[in-house]
């Protein structure tokens, strides 16, 4: 799996380019692209980056590529990062890593959008993983609830003992969904962006162009419309 995961990552840096500004996602398959990215600056390659969260934007630091402020960057030619769920028409579940509120602005953003991913997570239907959502600490015990109607269960991320809730980069709680009872992701993703207190959520449901997607050691590429 991590060798398909990596041919992917592969697959995709291939399409960087020579002045490009590359959007850098978050988690263990983005990982990947971004010290792929890196070897390729070593090597002469000229880009600049935008990253999605502190923990990218670190590592890609230490692999000597330039990282700029996304506050001051109003488009991006080309993203690449990770998914946990995709389908066929390349809707996407985000959020593992918990920056899905910082990656959905840089795809929107961004000219391209790439996923990369092993066979395991492209899927037919939507669902079997988590939503995680954004939410404001301070409507938290309202968010929940009006989650609560929407999925079988509702947990925040994080646990007592590790010393209380996971915080985003952008302080936020995040609550990880399970089990919609709303099966359209443009429905459901209605649903939640009308609850005051939800800041972001994890479905992508327009903003990927393309995904890598290695199985067995061979890359397929799906594009959105091909």
């Known amino acids: 799996m991590n060798k398909d995961k990596q041919l992917a990552a592969d697959a995709a840096v291939a399409e960087v380019c020579d002045g490009m500004l590359v959007g850098l996602g978050t988690g263990s398959t983005a990982a990947l692209a971004i010290d792929a990215i890196g070897r390729r600056v070593a090597g002469g390659l000229r880009i600049r980056a935008v990253a999605t969260s502190v923990a990218s934007a670190d590592q890609a630091r230490t692999l000597g590529i330039e990282v700029l402020d996304f506050s001051d960057v109003a488009a991006v030619d080309l993203t690449i990062d990770g998914a946990d769920e995709i389908d066929a ?3 996407a579940v ?3 890593g918990g920056a899905m509120l910082r990656e959905k602005a840089v795809a929107a953003a961004s000219t391209r959008m790439i996923v990369i991913a092993d066979g395991s997570k492209l899927v037919e239907r939507l669902g079997a993983a988590k939503l995680p959502v954004e939410v404001l600490p301070f409507a938290r015990a ?6 609560r ?4 269960r509702v947990e925040v991320r994080g ?9 985003t980069d952008n302080g936020n709680l995040i609550a990880d969904c399970h089990d919609a009872q709303v099966a359209d992701p443009g429905t459901l993703a209605a649903a939640l962006q009308a609850i005051p207190g939800v800041v972001g959520h994890g479905l992508f449901l ?5 995904a890598y997607i290695a199985t067995h050691g061979v890359v397929a590429r799906l594009e959105r419309g091909g």
Do not use: H, N, T
Request: zero cysteines; a negative charge; charged letters at 25%.
């Open 206 to 210: 327009d903003e990927v162009d393309a």
């Open 94 to 96: 985000k959020g593992a």
């Open 149 to 152: 109607e929407l999925f079988d």
């Open 159 to 167: 646990a007592p003992a590790s010393g209380g809730a996971y915080l």
């Open 89 to 91: 028409a390349l809707i």
């Open 142 to 147: 309202f968010v929940l609830g009006r989650l």
